[in-house]
Each structure stands twice: as C-alpha cells, then as structure tokens.
C-alpha cells in the first residue's frame, strides 16, 4: 500500500474507533483541557511515546495528523503503518493465514483447482475446531454443530498474499452461547472481552492442537494424539482438515500462522506458525483411521449432479460403470464427492444425466474408504426431471 492509498483510506476511520484502539492498546489518555484533541502516551521501558489525535474532521489538516497518529501506532508496535490501517479498518479480530510452499506456487499464484482446495480444507480445519471445542469428540459424524457454523459465518477472507501462496483468514472476535446468537465485538468492547471470546477460544485451541500434533509425530508418539480426552480431544474430523490442506503436491509444504489481534494481547499466546510437509501425510492417515469408528454405512437418498463418468469404452462388453456424484448432505453447505459404480443400464442414464447437466437422486448407502474417498454402495439411480 502506497502512501496515496492510505491518505485516501483515512477518511473512512472514525476517530472514535481509532482511540478506542489506542485505549485498547495501552495507551493512555492525558487531559489537556482542549475538546477537540486527544492527548495520548505509551511508556515502554525506557521509551516514552506520545501523540495527537484530532477528535473533529474540521481540521484543515485533519488527513495527515492521523497519518502522525498511525505512525505512532506503528512505531511501538514494530509494524508498518498499512498494517494498523489495516486493522482499523476491519472489526478487531485474529487473522489466520494457510500458505503453501512448493515449485508451483514460488511466483505467489496457485492453480485453481488447488487454490479451491485450500480455501476448503482452511474452512474445515477452523470448523472442525469449533465443533471440537464446543463438543469435543473423537469423530463428529455430522459437522453441523450451530455455534460453529455461526463462527465460520462470519469469518473473512482477506486479500491473498505472495511469498508461495497465502490464503489469509480473518476471524473476527464474536461472543455466543448455545441459546444466542453470535454477538461480534467492536473496538469499544474491552480487552477482556476480546480475550474471552469465542473465536479467540477457537484460534488459540487449532494452533496449540497443530503443535500437539507436529511434536507427538516429530517424536514417534502417536498415541498422545489418540489418547486425548475430555476437553483436550482432537478430533479425526481436524486430522483429515490438515492432510488435505496438504493433499496437492508431492513436495508440498503447508504453513498455518495466526497473527494474533493486538486488542487481546498476551504474554503466552501459543505458537504463530506451524508447518507441516507431505512427510506427515501418512502417519496421520494412519492415526485418523485408528480414531475413526468402523463405518458402517449411512442409509440415505443423495440428490445432486454427476461430475465424472468412466467405463469400459466397448458399449457392447461393458457391465458397469463409474460416475462421481457431487451431493450436499444435510445442513451442510459443503459440496461432497461419492463414487459409485453403476450396471450398465443405469450407468447410460446416468451419461445421459451428465450430458444434459440433469439431477440424479441415488437410494444406496454411503461409506467412507481409506480415511476420505467416499462410495455408494448398493445404488439405485432415478433422474430428477
């Protein structure tokens, strides 16, 4: 960001919101008996910081004495002033950021399917969080819990970021209980309250899980990941967030860092990064297929549209064939995947289907294999018209 852009910025700031910062942020307030200027200081150890804010937009010179206000704010907080702009300029919250390291993405750009991919598995691995926070289990069979959809509602996606590939999440601080809904918290709330909050409850558990995670396998002891318990549980739901994140590239590297708010600073904030390789991968199949239940199937009716098709290419040889349904399941917003073999009679209704982009309703039961791929068995296929 230029220095034009954050002059043009700062007429969208609130000089309410801005001291709200401030105040927020340890600085303290001085009175000098003028009510159209706020008077503010900050003493770190030796260093004494002090600066002018303009409480009326009047000043001829408004625009570049809270230009003098944000390089204060940067100074003491080591960071450059678009960064502060930034957050003032969003409602207070932490920002999490999923990147991916490998040849493909070292010019800042990923491929789209890719890039689909991370912005789905960075969504799961924040809602699965909160589903383990708010009902902490070994395998949620319906990821629908209300209050974790509500945290999902209202995170952000911020603007992508070079250096490989950065998806960056912004999560904003929200209170809720089960019987309300999601109150989100603005500068004028207190430190405390941003402390407590929900979403900062669901940042702080994903990263100190990841590196529960990272150094149970770094020392070859799994089964501290599978004997969790009680309000410590990490879910097999979270496990399989993380190896797909990780599930595009052989030489894939996966870093997860959370730039904690500076409205809920404290000193033991847990880890900022976390990275995890491809090396993972299949030690963490390995655990999440130990934590899963035996899968006995789901009883059901999948109505959706057929992406794929394969078979035999000889019509007259041909017995069978493979089509990928892509189904929603319950109050799931996520758009799944089930592979289905079909006999040869339903199979060409199905080609038609796929042809002329028609729905199919398929009555079968649904099982998962190997951890994430996903199939119908015993189908019985019907087009929608």
Not at 72 to 81: F, W
Not at 232 to 247: G, P, R, T, W, Y
């Amino acid at each position: 960001m230029t220095s034009s852009d954050i002059l043009k910025a700062i007429p969208e700031l609130k000089y309410t919101e801005i001291q709200a910062y401030l105040r927020n942020t340890g600085w303290q307030r001085v009175e000098t008996g003028k009510e159209s200027i706020a008077l503010f200081h900050k003493e770190i150890g030796q260093r004494f910081f002090e600066t002018l804010l303009p409480l009326s937009k009047d000043f001829a010179d408004y625009n570049e004495r809270v230009i003098d206000v944000l390089e204060s704010i940067a100074t003491v907080e080591n960071r450059e002033v678009h960064q502060v702009l930034t957050d003032l300029t969003h409602d207070p919250g932490d920002i999490v950021r999923f990147r991916v390291i490998n040849k493909d993405t070292i010019g800042g750009t990923i491929s789209f399917l890719e890039g689909f991919n991370l912005l789905e598995s960075a969504r799961k691995a924040l809602f699965t969080t909160a589903c383990d926070l708010i009902q902490p289990e070994k395998y949620h069979k319906r990821l629908g819990l209300k209050g974790a959809q509500q945290f999902i509602e209202e995170c952000r996606l911020g603007q992508t970021e070079k250096s490989s590939f950065i998806a960056s999440v912004i999560c904003p601080f929200i209170n809720q209980t089960p019987e309300e809904k999601a109150r989100k918290l603005t500068f004028f709330n207190k430190q405390e309250e941003f402390r407590n909050s929900f979403t900062r409850k669901v940042t702080l558990r994903m990263m100190k899980a990841l590196n529960i995670i990272k150094s149970a396998i770094d020392r070859g002891e799994e089964n501290r990941i599978i004997d969790l318990g009680g309000e410590n549980i990490i879910s097999a739901n979270f496990l399989e967030s993380i190896v797909e994140l990780n599930s595009t590239k052989e030489a894939t590297e996966i870093e997860i860092t959370t730039s904690w708010s500076v409205f809920a600073y404290e000193e033991d904030q847990g880890p900022g990064s976390i990275k995890f390789s491809n090396d993972y991968t299949p030690v963490l199949e390995t655990i999440i297929n130990r934590i899963r239940p035996s899968d006995e199937g789901i009883e059901d009716v999948f109505i959706g549209r057929i992406s794929q098709t394969k078979a035999d290419p000889d019509p007259h040889t041909r017995s069978e064939g493979e089509i990928i349904l892509n189904y929603v399941m319950g109050d799931e917003e996520k758009v799944s995947k089930a592979r289905v073999i079909l006999n040869a009679e339903d199979y060409e209704k199905a080609c038609v289907a796929h042809k002329s982009g028609q729905t199919v309703r398929i009555k079968g039961r649904l099982i998962t294999v190997g951890g994430r791929s996903k199939v119908i068995e015993m189908p019985k296929l019907e087009i929608v018209l």
